[in-house]
């Protein structure tokens, strides 16, 4: 059975958004919520700048932490985008991720309208986890 989670819409409007914004580079944040639901996105600085990688800034990724703890939420995940490529993880995205209990979002600006696709990491790979947009 195909793990799902849900998202709300406003959240998945956000990441196409901040990687429209950052193109041609690389854009990064976390995600927060609850197991079953993401209900905020948290955007953060890409250390990197680079239209391949991206590392989060730390300094963002613990405020980020102590929001979500404050309204009694979670940090969940983190997203990145793909300026040029599909939302699939790239070989430098697995080799870079260490995390299983992350949820992984790559946002992919190759298509019109943007796509956004989910992930869990796997001891040797990631699988797809299906999003299920709330309003």
């Known amino acids: 059975m195909t793990e799902r989670i849900e998202v709300d819409r406003a959240v998945l409007q956000d ?6 914004a950052e193109a041609p580079l690389e854009c990064c944040g976390l995600l927060a919520g609850t197991p079953e639901r993401i209900v905020r996105s948290v955007r953060a600085r890409n250390l990197w700048e680079s239209t391949s990688r991206y590392r989060i800034d730390p300094g963002d990724h613990f405020a980020a932490i102590r929001a979500a703890r404050a309204a009694g939420l979670e940090v969940v995940g983190a997203y990145h985008s793909h300026p040029s490529s599909s939302a699939i993880p790239s070989a430098r995205d697995l080799a870079e991720s260490n995390d ?11 298509e019109p309208e943007g796509a956004v696709r989910a992930y869990r990491l796997t001891p040797r790979n990631f699988h797809e986890v299906t999003l299920v947009p709330i309003p």
Do not use: E, G
């Open 15 to 20: 990441l196409i958004a901040h990687a429209r």
């Open 100 to 110: 299983s209990s992350f949820l992984h979002l790559i946002v992919s600006l190759a």
